[in-house]
């Protein structure tokens, strides 16, 4: 069986595009996320993406298919808030376990679809692992600087929990990403370093930071060299960045990472930055232009989409990606 490990050597990956930005065609109402089930359900459940995978299990599907029908090799399950942490806005905790299991189980279900279609381009499934709604260094209150909303412990318990579930449910490898808080992300590679023991399993792990403004830093103060350094004691298939800025404005900070690592790379972009109304605007071919430059200077390994991109963008990367090598590991060992 052909493993995301040696595929990575040949050529570079794609990774599909925003799920939120698909859903959102949809325009379920409150009773669409509710579904039968959770007709009665005494809290508003309107925005909690995740648990469409219960209520709309057919619209997931779908739009994990449009994406591997973009050309996409690598999908992302429907659980970018799928933690007891996260989950506490619409009293869902105790529903963590079977939400990632069932975005796992039907985002592999479609994968083996298009695997057994296509068996030279073997399709893979990363279990989204998104930052919480919570940072483990910084105070919410600017009274009370050495106030903490969550602790590391509480954070490693609830990433447990989502990981153990989306390998239940079929992931091939584990997605932490949007990576604000550093140390949220360590909470997440500690669990998933415990689960590697106790099942005595190899997880590759992709790691995707977050810079989130000019400055070049995520949200807890981070350089990209101090961010790979912190979390480089870890086992891992790739580290990179996605969401916040959009293609062009990642360039410096892929460079950064793509000299210094031994890892894989990679780049999920938004579509641009926000308009006036916090939609999108970028075309697809105005990505792929900027993707561009990401090819021919040899940054990355795997590259795809985050806020705002589509099918369509998608395709126009999956496009690209042909023309070009995939950046040089500088140690086969990843």
């Known amino acids: 069986m052909v493993t995301i490990k040696d595929v990575l050597q040949k050529k570079i990956l794609v990774l599909d595009g925003a799920m939120g930005t698909m859903l959102q065609r949809y325009k379920f109402k409150e009773e669409d996320f509710r579904g039968e089930r959770f007709a009665a359900w005494e809290h508003p459940l309107q925005g909690n993406n995740d648990l469409l995978s219960l209520t709309q299990p057919e619209a997931i599907a779908e739009v994990h298919r449009k994406y591997f029908q973009a050309g996409a090799d690598i999908i992302e399950t429907n659980t970018f808030s799928g933690t007891t942490i996260a989950m506490a806005d619409y009293h869902m905790e105790d529903l963590v376990y079977e939400l990632n299991y069932e975005s796992a189980r039907i985002a592999k279900k479609v994968a083996d679809e298009f695997t057994r279609k296509e068996p030279h381009k073997p399709r893979f499934v990363a279990g989204s692992m998104g930052p919480t709604n919570k940072t483990a260094s910084m105070s919410p209150d600017v009274n009370d600087p050495g106030y903490r909303a969550v602790s590391f412990d509480e954070l490693r318990i ?20 949007t990576i604000f808080d550093t140390l949220n992300a360590k909470a997440a590679l500690f669990a998933i370093e415990e689960i590697k023991e106790e099942r005595k399993i190899d997880i ?8 989130t403004d000019a400055s070049g830093r995520t949200l807890s103060g981070q350089t990209a060299e101090a961010f790979l350094i912190s979390i480089s004691h870890i086992p891992i298939l790739s580290v990179g960045f996605n969401c916040a800025l959009g293609a062009s404005q990642l360039v410096p900070h892929l460079e950064v990472l793509s000299n210094k690592t031994e890892h894989a790379v990679s780049a999920h972009p938004n579509a641009g930055l926000p308009n006036a109304f916090g939609e999108y605007d970028e075309t697809p071919e105005q990505m792929a232009q900027q993707i561009k430059e990401y090819l021919e200077k040899g940054l990355v390994n795997i590259v ?14 999956a496009e690209l990606v042909k023309q070009h090598e995939p950046r040089t590991l500088i140690t086969q060992n990843v």
Request: proline share 5%; hydrophobic share 40%; net charge negative.
């Open 158 to 177: 609830a990433y447990k929990q989502q990981a153990e579930a989306l390998l239940d449910g079929g992931s091939d490898l584990l997605l932490v990403e």
């Open 304 to 317: 795809g989409g985050c806020c705002g991109t589509t099918p369509e963008h998608i395709s126009a990367i």
């Open 204 to 211: 590759p792990i992709m790691v995707s930071g977050t810079i």
